[in-house]
C-alpha cells in the first residue's frame, strides 16, 4: 500500500490518494497534533472514514514511536543510534508540555457515529487498512444481550433489571465465562460469553472504542459505561446530528401520564407489601417462617414516595397558565424551587433514588401480570439529570389537549453537551460529517472553539453533477412553498406539472423532497383529484414515505425492485427532508438519479420549543454573548438550509456516480440560501427562468453521463473492486468502497498526458482473472463439503451441458443464506451461452434479482479464422512496416475500379463524402453516405462484398490512403501495426481500418 508523509506522520493508505483526502488528512493530523478541536466537511463518496482511520491510527503509531526513539535516546546517553535519522527528526507527538511521556499515554480514540449499522460500515473501511488495532464496539443489552430468558422480556426497563438480578444471583453462565475466560468461549461458532460485559471489560485494553454518539454525549450513559475521557480523541462522526442529540440529552418532558404510570406501579407494591406484613403477623402468632417478597423496605418508605410523587403532582397543577393556553415559561432554575416543593432536593437525591433502584429490580422480577414501570424509570432519569445545573435552559409549563398539564425542561445550548466533554479532559474533538454547511453557525452552535476547519470538494467530475433552480413551473407559475402558498391550487397544480415533466427526463429512480408531511399530504391528495398522479405514475410509479417506521422497509423494497424492474422506467419516491428517507438511506447509482426539493423545510414556526428556542438565542446575543450566538432568525434559516443539504446528499453516493439536482423553489435565487448549498454543489448551480431551458439542459446532461460514467464503471467495475467477495450488480443500492477510488486516481493521472502516445490496453479484468477471483470467494465461502459439491457440479456442467442439474446444485448451495445470494448470481460467467437466459430468470425468481442478462449473452462466441492468403496480403514484414509502399500501389487503378462498381452520379457522393470527412472528421455522416450507397437496390451491400478480393483490397486503399488525391489533406500514415483491423474471415480484408470501426469495436 501507498505510503505518503503529512505533517511529519507517515500513513499507510490503501491507494495513492486525491488531493481532498491528502488535504483531509492533513487537517485531522494537524488538530492531533496541536490538541485543538477540528470540525471538517467531505462529501459523501470521498472517503471520509478511510481517511479518518488512516490518519488517526497513523497518528497513534507515529506517537508510540516517539516514545520508543526517546527511551532508546536516554538508554544511549545522547548517542543516536540511527546515524541517518537523528532523535531530533522523530518529533514532538510525545512531549507535553516538555514532560516525557509514557506508553500509558498514548490516547485512545473514541469512534462515535448515529448508529449501530453506521459503525459496521466503518469496521468494514478499517479492514481494508494495513492498521490492526485492539477495537472494542460498545452497545446496550438490547444489541448484545444472548441470554434467552432475558431476551423474550419486550421492555427495555425489564431487560435491564432482570440481567442485573441474574448476574448479581450469579445465574448467567454467559456473564460467568465472561468472569471466568481471559478471552471469548465459543463452542461451534456461537459466543458462549456475554458480549455486553465482554465488550465493557475489553474497553480498558482497546485502542479504538466504536459506540454510537448518544452513549458519549449523555452524562448518564456515560456513568453507566463507566467511560474515562481524560486524554482521548474523539470523532464524531455522521456529526450533522449532534446539535440536535446534544439538546435532547439534557432535557425531558414530564406527562400527566407518566406520573400516573408512576403512582400505579407505586401502588402495586404496597399493596403486596401490606398483605406480606398481614400474613407475617399471622405467621408470628403461630411461630410459622416469615414470608418474605424480596423487597427491603419498610411500608413507610413506600408511602413516602407515593407522597412525594402527589406533592410534586399538585405542585405543577398549581401552576396558573395564561387564558390563551400559551403555557408559561420560566428560567431553568425555576424547577429546582418545584421540585422542592415536592421534598425532592440535593440533600434527598440520594435516598430517594436508591429507594426507586430497589423498587424497580423488585417489580422487573416479579411474576404475573406485567406492571407499566416507564412513568418510574422517566422519574428516575429525571431526578439524576437535575444533580447538573444549566443556565442555557428553559422551563415551560404548557396545556395539552387533555386536561393535564406537561412539564417540560428543554436544553437550547448544545454547547452545553460539548463543555461537558471538554471538563472530562478530551485531548481532541473532531466533528466530521458531508452535510455540515454553513461551518460558521454550526461553530457557533458548539460554544467551544475549532481552529481547524475544512469544506472539502468533491471528486466527481463536472459531467457528473447537474444543479438546477428551477423559479417556475412549465405554466410560468411561481413556485415557493411558502406558509401562505403551499396549498394555494395555482401552486399545487404547478408543481405537479413540474414533477409530471421531470419523470420523463430522469432515468430510473427520481427522489421528490417535500418540506413536511402536510405538505407532501396535501400535493398527492390534489393531484389525484386531478389526474397529476396519474400521469405521473403512467411514467414512473410513486412510493411514498410512511410515518411509520415498521413499514419503511417494506416500502423501501418495493421501490428498490421497481427500480430493477426490465419492463419499468423507474420509479419516484415521495419523502419529506429530515425523514429517514432523507437521513440514513443510501440511494446510489440507479435508486437516485435525480432528486427534487420542493421548498425549504423550516421548521414548525409556532411550536413552542421552535419559539422559546429563538427567544433564547436572541436574548443571548443582547446579552453580551454577542457574536457567539446565532440570532433566531438566523438558525431557523440553518435549520431549512441544513435539512436540504442533507436531502440533496442523496444523489452522489462515490466516485462513478451521477445524478440532477433540481431546486424547484423560487427562494433558492437569493444570494443568502444559494450561500447555504455546500461548497462541492454551489460552483454547479444555474438558475432556469425557462422551465423548457431546464429540461433541455438535463436532458443533454443525462445523455453525457450515461455514455461517459456509466459505460466507463461497468468496464472497470471488476477491476477496481477491492474485496475477495464479488461485487453486487451495479442497480443495487449498495454504497461502494473508497478502495474504487484506486483506479480512478490512476485513470485521471494518465488522462492528464492528453493524446501525445497512444498505447493499448485492456483496463477490464480478464475472465480468467475474474473466474478466478469467483472460485477463490467460493472456497473460502463454502465448508469443505459443499465445496466439492460445488466442483464436481461445474466439471459435471462442463462435460454433459445438462443445465437442469447444475442449476439445481447451485441453488442447494447459495440460496438458503441471503449473503450468499451473489455468489450465485455470479455464477452466470460460467453458464454457456445457450442457458443464460434461463439462468437469469432462474436467479431473478430465487433471489428477486436477475444476472443483468442480455440478448446479446446468448449469441455463441465465433474464434476469429485467418487465411493463409489474408496473412500474407498483410504481412506486417513487407506491407505494414512500409505501409506508404503498399498503401499507394495501384491507386489508379483502384479509382477505376470503384468508378466501375458505381455510376457517375453515385460515384460523385462517394468521393465528396470522402473529402468531407477528411475536413471534418464527422465518421457518422460518411458512413451513411457510403452505407446508402452501397446498399441501394442496384448496387446491393452483397454485390461489392462478392468482388474479386483484388478490387477489394482497391477500394479499402482508395477509400483511405492518405495520399490517394491531390486535393485531399495530407498526413503521414502511422507505420504500427495498429492502423487496420485484423480480418474477420478468411479470404476478406475490411473495408474499414481500426481508426474507423464503430465504438463497441475498440479495444477499451
Known sequence: MPKITLNGVTVDFPFQPYKCQEAYMAKVLECLQKKVNGILESPTGTGKTLCLLCSTLAWREHFKDTISARKIAQRMNGVELFPDRPMSSWGNAAVDADIPAYYTDIPKIIYASRTHSQLTQVINELKNTVYRPKICVLGSREQLCINPEVKRQESNHVQIYMCRMKVMARTCHFYNNVEGEQSPVFWRGRSLACPYYLSRSLKQQADIIFMPYNYLLDSKSRRAHNLDLKGTVVILDEAHNVEKLCEESSSFDLTPYDLASAMDAINVVLEEQAKIVQQNEINAEFNMEMANSGLNMDLEDIAKIKKILLQLENAIDAVELPLNDSGVTKEGSYIFDLFAEAQITFQTKSSLLESLEQILQFLSGRTGIFINTSGLHKLSDIIQRLILHCTGLLLSVFSLFDPGKTLSYWCFSPGYSMHELVRQGVRTIILTSGTLSPLSSFTMEMQIPFPVCLENPHVIDKHQLWVGIIPKGPDGTVLTSTYEKRFSEEYLSSLGKTVGNLVRVVPHGLLVFFPSYPVMDKSLEYWREHDFAKRIEEVKPMFVEPRNKGSFTEVMDAYYDKIVCPKSSGAAFLAVCRGKASEGLDFADMNGRGVIITGLPFPPRMEPRIVLKMQFLDEMRRSGAGAQYLSGREWYSQQASRAVNQAIGRVIRHRQDYGAIFLCDQRFTTGDVRDKLPSWVRPYVKVYDNFGHAVRGVSLFFRVAQEVVSNNFENHFW??????????????????????????????????????????????????????????????TLSQENYDLFSKALQHYKKTDDFDAMLSQMSSLFTEDQKKHILLREFYQFVRPQHKKQFDEACCNLTGVGCGYKPEHSLLQQKTTFSKDSCTQLNPGLHLNKGGFHLTTGLNNAEKDVKKALNQSSYSRFYEALLAYKKTDNYDTMVSVIAALTTERRYRCCDLFEMPEKIQRKISSFCFSQESKPELPKTEVSKGTSNMRAPTSAGVVPIFPLQMEPEYGRCR
Open 719 to 780: 477491476y477496481v473492486w477491492s474485496s475477495p467477495t464479488p461485487p453486487t450488480p451495479l442497480f443495487q443500492a449498495q454504497r461502494l468502497s473508497t478502495l474504487s477510488l484506486q483506479y480512478e486516481k490512476r485513470l485521471t493521472d494518465e488522462q492528464k498526458g492528453g493524446r501525445k502516445k497512444i498505447k493499448l490496453v485492456n483496463l477490464t479484468e480478464p475472465k480468467k482473472a475474474r473466474a478466478t477471483t469467483y472460485i477463490a470467494t467460493v472456497k473460502e
